[in-house]
């Protein structure tokens, strides 16, 4: 598992092992990653990005901006996949099994 985090004075609270960014990731995950669990997917568009796997999926349930700006190549090249999780009440019974699919290892 890799993580980020939201403000700048955050890094300190994070092992230094998830708190870089790409070049870190990178180093964990040379091929990139295979899921992107996104808690705000206007957060950290170019991370998230430049992070991605070929054939990877980023996952996210909110934004904090209504239109988020996504950079197009990089999701491009990388054949992502965009998953957007629905938070209705009406879409709390399938979810469970929903996000087992969506975050079971590549190929599994």
């Known amino acids: 598992m890799?993580?980020?985090?939201?403000r700048t004075a955050d890094p300190d609270r994070v092992d230094r092992a998830v708190a870089h960014a790409v070049?870190?990731?990178?180093?964990?995950?040379?091929?990139g990653v295979d899921r992107v669990v996104e808690v705000s997917?206007?957060?950290?568009p170019d991370l998230d990005g430049q992070a991605l796997a070929v054939g990877g999926v980023i996952?996210?349930?909110?934004?904090?901006?209504?239109?988020?700006e996504l950079p197009f190549e990089p999701l491009l090249?990388?054949?992502?996949?965009?998953?957007l999780?629905?938070?209705s009440p009406a879409t709390l019974p399938g979810r469970a099994g929903s996000v087992r699919?969506?975050?079971?290892?590549?190929g599994g």
């Open 85 to 87: 999780l629905g938070s």
């Open 41 to 44: 997917l206007s957060g950290n």
């Open 59 to 68: 996952a996210t349930y909110a934004s904090r901006h209504d239109r988020p």
């Open 23 to 31: 070049a870190r990731i990178r180093a964990h995950a040379p091929e």
């Open 101 to 106: 699919r969506r975050t079971r290892p590549a």
């Open 77 to 83: 090249f990388a054949d992502g996949t965009l998953r």
């Open 2 to 6: 890799i993580g980020t985090v939201r």
